[in-house]
């Protein structure tokens, strides 16, 4: 097998092309160091529009295309000037910077179906997502959508958390996954099963390895049954039940201080149980820095950890490093280098 047969292909998505997500493409493909193939999926009119105020913008050829036929097809590219593009919309029209309308949210859809098409055949070996808009989405589109992890999740089969797939947060530091992502809190709370415990560190165990820790759920993890009692009902007996299976497992201990300890080495990865349980230490320590990783699809699929910054879209300011930081983590990911805690 030849050295250019064996490179990765990643495939990158617009996200909501009203956002950053087309600038953040464009600055990043305009430092772009091989490596690996890079496919934008992106609509034309998208790039064009916001290519006259990224540095660098204008030396990047893009080369847009209408589909793939093969994996030989985009690893040929590699040795042409131009990057490739892939596009599903093909439409010239003009994009508000900072209104996302029920074109944009179309258009960040069937980049994602597009994308996630490629890797479930084999054509690229993961997709990079950028940020999309969930209430536009939702508004013009997909009612029931909340984001991208269970979307993606869905086209691949997946049907619900813990048992199937978990949204991950990957630093250099900090390992963190979400028992539920985008529901109301209320819900999460309501919903929260020793079952469904039991499969998300199933799910984590399995596809990743580690010491595993799991954080209460109250103050103090519930302090014995006197700040509440989901603890000792709940929590407690399903993480004993994944101890009898064998996973390095334990908790459930006080969310306020688990993170540190996993920070200083004390675990390989914290199972939040909400997602701002997770997320709030994730962003504090590394905001910028951290990838998002969908485990357990039967594809690699990523993502940067802001939103569509729909207040600076269209002004030049977004700034690419949190998406090169994902594509790097992404090729570790692809190279088999899972995350500390499993070789």
């Known amino acids: 097998m030849s050295i ?6 990643l495939a990158l998505t617009q996200g909501d092309p009203a956002g950053i997500g087309p600038e953040i493409l464009l600055k990043w493909a305009s430092r772009f160091q091989g490596g690996y193939v890079p496919l934008l999926v992106a609509e034309r009119a998208a790039l064009e529009q916001v290519r006259s105020f990224v540095p660098g913008g204008d030396e990047v050829v893009l080369e ?75 508004k013009h589109h997909l009612p029931e959508f909340r984001g991208q992890t269970d979307f993606v999740a869905g086209l691949c089969g997946k049907s619900r958390y813990g048992r199937d797939f978990l949204m991950t947060f990957l630093t250099t530091d900090l390992q963190v996954a979400l028992l539920t992502t985008h529901t109301p809190l209320a819900e999460t709370l309501v919903s929260l099963t020793a079952e469904g415990l039991i499969e998300a560190v199933t799910c984590l165990a399995e596809n990743a390895g580690g010491r595993i820790v799991v954080a209460g759920l109250n103050p103090h993890a519930g302090e014995g049954g006197l700040i509440g009692r989901e603890e000792i009902e709940v929590l407690q007996p399903a993480i004993a039940a994944c101890r009898e299976r064998g996973i390095d497992v334990r908790g459930p201990e006080s969310a306020d201080s688990v993170f540190a300890r996993a920070r200083k080495g004390d675990c390989d990865w914290v199972l939040a149980l909400y997602h701002d349980q997770g997320l709030i230490p994730v962003k504090t320590v590394a905001f910028g820095s951290a990838t998002n990783w969908t485990l357990g699809l039967p594809v690699i699929r990523t993502s940067v950890d802001h939103g569509t910054a729909f207040d600076i879209a269209g002004r030049g300011r977004a700034d690419a490093r949190p998406l090169k930081r994902v594509v790097e983590t992404t090729r570790e990911l692809i190279a088999g280098r899972l995350p500390r805690g499993r070789a």
Do not use: H, N, W
């Open 4 to 9: 250019k047969a064996s490179l990765p292909v």
């Open 64 to 138: 847009y295309f209408s589909s793939v036929e093969s994996r030989e097809q985009l690893l040929a590219r590699e040795e042409d000037e131009g990057l490739a593009v892939l596009d599903p919309v093909a439409e010239s029209r003009t994009i508000e910077a900072g209104v996302s309308t029920a074109k944009d949210a179309g258009g960040a859809v069937a980049c994602l179906e597009t994308a996630v098409e490629l890797a479930r055949a084999g054509l690229v070996d993961a997709v990079v997502t950028a940020p999309v808009s969930k209430f536009s989405i939702a």
